[in-house]
């Protein structure tokens, strides 16, 4: 079972920065925080994860509370073409098990004119 | 190198006959996931190999699948006799196998059971 919650739906106006929350309040110290996004109709594409500090790249930036029981991911300037489904995810550090990503139902992103 | 490859894109069958689909992992990336998707529902594991070995299969992959990995590269997903419920998108991905790599995906192969 997923391990976070999301909100289901947002809406944010294009230029503005989109701010996605993502509760995960049973995280454990060997989890990271993963963000993917799906685009309609096509396969999840990676954003950014982390495991305590706050994490910057060319996408996005996901910054992480102290008590890491929950995380905001940031588009900063967010287009129509950011307008699809983000999912957050708690994925083990370890390889066990594959370290495999188990998806909740995300939220979906509308940006609009 | 372009990512993962998955063909066909899209497929319609009838009730009862089989399909194959075939996913092309990232060059070096010895793990190899499958992963099905039902429309309004994150997509959900279906199985993982490292290398040539399968090592975990979901309790949603019934007898009907299957899936190999023969030589450690390509991997194949066979559902026989399909049914009305197994209309999705299968989605491959693959990453590297040290803990944390990232996972990444290819763009999902769309079946139809008619």
């Known amino acids: 079972d997923a391990k976070t919650t999301q909100p289901p739906s947002m809406d944010c106006a294009e230029g503005r920065a989109a701010n996605l929350p993502c509760n995960h309040s049973t995280i454990s110290g060997n989890e990271y925080v993963y963000w993917y996004r799906q685009i309609h109709s096509q396969g999840p594409q990676y954003i950014i994860h982390g495991l305590k500090n706050n994490e910057t790249n060319e996408m996005a930036s996901l910054i992480i509370t102290e008590d890491r029981k929950s995380s905001t991911l940031i588009l900063p300037h967010a287009t129509l073409r950011d307008t699809a489904v983000y999912y957050c995810?708690?994925?083990?550090?370890?390889?066990?098990?594959?370290?495999?990503?188990?998806f909740g139902t995300g939220t979906q992103l509308k940006v609009e004119l | 190198d372009t990512g993962v490859s998955q063909d066909p894109r899209h497929k319609i069958t009838k009730r009862g006959q089989n399909v194959t689909f075939r996913c092309d992992p990232i060059?070096?990336?010895?793990?190899l996931y499958w992963y099905r998707q039902t429309l309004g529902q994150g997509p959900e594991f279906l199985t993982y190999?490292?290398?040539?070995?399968?090592?975990?299969k979901s309790r949603l992959l019934s007898d009907r699948f299957s899936a190999e990995r023969p030589k450690g590269s390509f991997s194949t997903l066979e559902i026989q006799r399909t049914e009305q419920g197994d209309s999705a998108m299968y989605l491959c991905?693959?990453?590297?196998?040290?803990?944390?790599?990232?996972?990444?995906f290819g763009e999902g192969s769309w079946l139809t059971v008619v």
């Open positions: 991905a693959s990453s590297l196998a040290a803990g944390g790599n990232t996972i990444y």
């Open positions: 995810i708690v994925r083990p550090i370890l390889t066990g098990g594959g370290n495999k990503l188990t």
């Open positions: 190999f490292q290398n040539e070995a399968q090592l975990e």
């Open positions: 060059s070096e990336h010895n793990r």
